[in-house]
């Protein structure tokens, strides 16, 4: 009797075992613009709390090198970063499901970038073709208007061969650059906290001045990420900042009600949204979508800047 009780709760555990699943965390890859695939379906499965060897990137982009991957929780929420700085061949332990996001660097042509200036202020956008015509921007284009009227006033210019790169998407570097060029004014000093602007880098001046006026922060107090790509949500918050740097009627209101896409935005991106659609800087991109996350192009910064300088000044 004894022996067919011990048999029976040896069966009893076994089958418990069986029937608890084997605890699993999914890494999920994000291209970020990129092209490709990872582990068939950018997805890999490791079997419990692992400690995971970071691959190097198998996405490709045009114009673009791979840096590193940042880490987020999609769980807590898709800004909830992780860890900022991730390399091939670390190690991490994976303890819960987690995405690891492609971060780019730029690797084509160097856009020319002047010196800030004083724009003017017509009262309606000019068609006068800037300082070159583009072989990229035709009549027609819906951004037709914008690119040659941000050309004309030296804010933006285009990449020395001809072209402009209108569906470029830009880094958050660059837009701060172009933001200084409309807003003009130094920083009182260069900025030295951030491992990855160095004081000879050629964004390190529109970097310090964006940090100290408040346009935009770091992703952490030790790396500023300039070399990531903006996020449409993102280039508005700097916009949204360089109109309170400026003392610009911020009462423009938009409820947002006809977008289904703002999940996941803090109290500070939601307030520069809601003044965003309200002044009419920005636009829905269709069926209910703002698409807050959505990478910003030259196109789109080039209408930004047009509508900014033309409407709310």
Request: aromatic fraction near 12%.
């Amino acid at each position: 009797m004894k022996k067919k009780l011990t048999m029976l709760v040896c069966l009893v555990l076994v089958c418990a075992m069986l029937a608890t699943p084997a605890l699993a965390w999914t890494i999920t890859f994000e291209p970020n613009g990129g092209k490709g695939t990872m582990y068939d379906d950018n997805t890999y499965v490791v079997d419990g709390d692992t400690e995971f060897v970071i691959p190097d990137c198998g996405f490709t982009k045009t114009n673009w090198v791979f840096d590193h991957w940042e880490m987020y929780d999609y769980a807590v929420g898709p800004d909830t970063l992780m860890v900022s700085n991730l390399k091939p061949d670390d190690t991490y332990l994976i303890d819960r499901d987690v995405v690891l996001k492609a971060i780019w660097k730029w690797d084509g042509p160097i856009p020319e970038f002047d010196t800030p200036v004083t724009p003017s202020e017509p009262d309606v956008p000019t068609r006068t073709p800037g300082p070159r015509s583009f072989l990229d921007v035709h009549p027609g284009d819906w951004f037709y208007d914008a690119v040659t009227w941000a050309s004309a006033q030296g804010l933006m210019v285009g990449y020395g061969n001809g072209y402009f790169g209108p569906n470029d998407y830009l880094t958050r570097a660059m837009v701060i650059q172009v933001l200084n060029n409309m807003v003009g004014g130094k920083a009182t000093k260069l900025v030295t906290q951030f491992s990855d602007v160095k004081t000879t880098d050629w964004y390190a001046p529109s970097v310090s001045w964006a940090v100290e006026n408040k346009i935009v922060k770091g992703v952490t107090d030790t790396f500023f990420g300039a070399d990531n790509t903006s996020s449409r949500i993102q280039t508005i918050v700097m916009f949204y900042n360089c109109a309170i740097l400026k003392g610009l009627d911020l009462k423009p209101y938009d409820s947002l009600a006809g977008f289904t896409d703002l999940g996941g935005l803090d109290a500070g991106e939601l307030d520069a949204l809601h003044w965003a659609v309200g002044a009419g800087l920005i636009q829905g991109k269709g069926a209910g979508r703002i698409a807050p996350d959505d990478l910003t192009t030259r196109a789109e910064l080039a209408t930004m800047l047009m509508r900014y300088l033309t409407k709310l000044q």
